[in-house]
């Protein structure tokens, strides 16, 4: 089964902290995603990367960057965390870029700012 | 982008009946679709798929229908069972698409004894 493993299920920080969220997947996957779930709005997505130092934007990147210097890891950072971050991330990956195929995901880090 | 909705945000079923959860989708060139389970603390969690050239896929327990003239899913689980118990979404892939996926925002399902 495909792992992917989000490296804290619960953090709070304050205002203005640069966050890192860290996710790591274990079946040799080319693309990952990051998303916020928040009540009502379902799942956003905020990054993606289909190859090792390779970025796209999602839905909603203002206020987040990413970092993909391994394949197996996939960063999440917040540059200056603000109250309207706090959410659920989800972190996603799949095998390869095209193709019909599910993404599977971690746990989840469920992220507090003060 | 375009949305996948859900047309009842909660539905209660009696344990050993049949649930039906609804999703709408708006995009004519969406080519896969997939439902996730996703219970209380956990990520989502795949549970089934199915490709535009299908209007029907079975899996263990679980049945997915495709109507593509009204561009409507529907996720059939017979049986209903208490760790059934979550929050169920769609989620659709646009033909071609890289980034993949667009998902509804969900149905709790919750199972009553």
């Known amino acids: 089964d495909v792992k992917v493993t989000q490296s804290s299920r619960y953090l709070v920080k304050r205002t203005g902290e640069k966050v890192f969220l860290e996710c790591v997947q274990d079946?040799?996957?080319?693309?990952m995603f990051w998303y916020r779930q928040d009540p009502g709005l379902g799942l956003r997505l905020i990054y993606f990367s289909y190859d090792v130092k390779m970025k796209e934007k999602g839905d909603i990147p203002e206020g987040y960057s990413v970092s993909r210097e391994k394949k197996e890891r996939f960063s999440l950072i917040l540059e200056s965390a603000s109250t309207n971050q706090t959410s659920m991330y989800l972190c996603?990956?799949?095998?390869?870029?095209?193709?019909?195929?599910?993404?599977?995901f971690g746990d989840g880090t469920r992220l507090s700012i003060l | 982008g375009e949305s996948v909705g859900l047309h009842l945000p909660t539905l209660s079923v009696q344990e050993g009946d049949n649930s039906i959860i609804n999703c709408a989708y708006s995009?004519?060139?969406?080519?896969?679709f997939i439902w996730y389970k996703q219970e209380s603390g956990k990520g989502p969690q795949f549970i089934i798929d199915i490709r535009s050239n299908m209007d029907k896929r079975q899996g263990q327990r679980v049945t997915v229908l495709l109507n593509k003239t009204v561009k409507h899913l529907s996720l059939q689980i017979a049986a209903t069972q208490p760790g059934d118990s979550a929050v169920y979404f769609c989620a659709e892939k646009l033909t071609g698409s890289a980034r993949q996926l667009t998902f509804g925002s969900g149905t709790q399902l919750t199972v009553l004894p």
């Open positions: 079946m040799d996957h080319e693309n």
């Open positions: 995009n004519s060139a969406s080519d896969y």
């Open positions: 996603a990956s799949t095998l390869t870029r095209g193709g019909n195929q599910p993404q599977h």
